[in-house]
């Protein structure tokens, strides 16, 4: 199993997300706006960090529990 195509995937629509985010905040200023990227938007990239590695060490695990599969057989 290997989850590079779901991560390159997760990676494009993040930089999308982001860039949406960017174009958003330019235009919208208000306090409204600023709670709202301090409750949701500020902390995405941190999260999405935690989320790629995790990803990675997942998928490592399933090429490790692969290979022990493959040399039982």
Excluded: C, G
Aim: net charge negative; hydrophobic share 35%; charged share 30%.
């Amino acid at each position: 199993m290997n989850f590079q195509i779901d991560k390159s995937k997760l990676e494009n629509d993040f930089a999308i997300l982001k860039q949406q985010a960017n174009q958003t905040n330019e235009a919208w200023k208000d306090s409204v706006q600023e709670r709202f990227y301090d409750q949701f938007i500020n902390s995405l990239p941190k999260e999405f960090n935690y989320y790629i590695n995790a990803l990675n060490k997942l998928d490592k695990l399933f090429d490790s529990a692969e290979h022990k599969i493959s040399d039982l057989q």
